[in-house]
């Protein structure tokens, strides 16, 4: 039975019921049968991961020990800028006779490459995984961020932290696609493909769609960049400057790095809202194929979060999961069932009542009032 999403009861005269959907906590809904449906799926409860987290907790308290940071990521981001600054002096100041397409295959193998690592490492210090301290997870955020020319650091920390919190709320999600991406896209190979190239555009559009003034932090970054950018043109070269933003499109786009994107919440089976990879891709891109994982666990770092697989293994292997990013890409542009439209949404109204009117069967009643997730996706937000 699904909650009200109407006007809930007075709290005093709220029934607290036992969730339907534990232990695994995945939907009843279903899939469009139809190809030529331009809407989002739809459902009734709130999102499943913070019910799951404490199912896997009231079984497996030892969970907690995997929490905590990982400075060793801050590390690789310093390796990963040096080697792409350094690849752009090559471009751009020393192998100046190379053709276009060698450059664009450069930067679509070693930039695009590397610029998808500074994406993982910029979500890993969104949510304070790298230090203790947020602001040197932020001061990791902006290192990667420079060879990247265009600002995104603290832009990507604030409005993911916003997804965390309310993934598939219409109008508070901000990864959900526009309207305009699902009407106009669809199932379109054509139109995927374009789409897919043009995923970080995307990404932006559906930021500023949320009209929210820019944060300090944000401001900082665009000041920051901006002035890497003037020194990267001035002691290297337009063309270096242009090699970095090159490689920031392939590796945001049409590139296995990048696959994650679609992989994470598009619907590839009827019920489960969010996906997993279990790959080698892994290896190189710090585990953020484990996102069922990490929504779960926002507080585990990617050193841990196998670990965390391996202890609740009666949670997540029943989960459909990926084996391949590339096959992921392929899916998504041939077949006709998929495209923007492929995201679960729901009400607002319908993510509280969810928590007031349902809990996890080993805990107690929730007090009256709306559920707060007291994990580091709200203490980051306020960092």
Not at 37 to 52: N, S
């Amino acid at each position: 039975m699904a909650p009200h999403a109407t006007e809930a009861a007075p709290a005093t005269e709220r029934v607290v019921r036992d969730d339907p959907r534990h232990p695994l906590y995945l939907g009843t809904w279903k899939r469009p049968k139809k190809a030529n449906v331009r809407d989002f799926v739809h459902d009734d409860f709130e999102e499943p991961h913070l019910k799951r987290k404490k199912a896997i907790l009231a079984k497996h308290p030892e969970v907690r020990d995997l929490y905590g940071n990982e400075p060793l990521t801050a590390v690789i981001g310093a390796i990963a800028t040096a080697v792409q600054l350094m690849t752009a002096y090559k471009v751009g100041c020393v192998w100046t006779g190379l053709h276009w397409s060698v450059v664009v295959a450069i930067a679509y193998l070693v930039g695009g490459t590397i610029s998808a690592l500074y994406g993982v490492i910029i979500h890993e210090a969104g949510h304070n995984l790298v230090f203790k301290r947020p602001l040197f997870n932020r001061l990791t955020g902006l290192m990667v961020n420079v060879p990247m020319a265009v600002p995104i650091s603290q832009s990507f920390r604030r409005y993911h932290l916003e997804h965390h919190q309310f993934q598939g709320v219409e109008g508070k999600d901000p990864d959900l696609p526009l309207d305009a991406e699902v009407q106009y896209i669809h199932n379109n190979p054509f139109l995927k493909t374009l789409w897919v190239f043009c995923y970080s555009a995307m990404y932006v559009l559906r930021g500023m769609a949320m009209k929210k003034t820019p944060q300090r932090w944000e401001v900082i970054n665009l000041v920051f960049i901006v002035c890497a950018d003037i020194l990267i043109a001035r002691y290297m070269s337009i063309r270096s400057l242009a090699y970095l933003g090159l490689s920031v499109f392939f590796g945001y786009g049409m590139h296995p790095g990048a696959a994650h994107f679609i992989q994470e919440h598009y619907i590839f089976r009827d019920g489960q809202e969010t996906y997993s990879y279990y790959g080698t891709g892994n290896i190189f891109y710090l585990n953020i194929g484990l996102h069922n994982e990490h929504h779960d666990f926002p507080q585990i770092p990617w050193t841990r979060i196998y670990k965390l697989r391996r202890i609740a293994t009666e949670f997540y292997d029943p989960l459909y999961a990926h084996t391949s990013w590339i096959g992921v890409i392929f899916l998504f542009i041939t077949s006709p069932m998929q495209g923007p439209q492929a995201r679960l949404v729901r009400m607002y109204k319908a993510h509280l009542s969810g928590r007031r009117e349902y809990k996890v069967p080993t805990e107690e009643p929730a007090k009256p009032g709306i559920s707060k997730r007291r994990d580091s996706v709200i203490s980051s937000a306020k960092a």
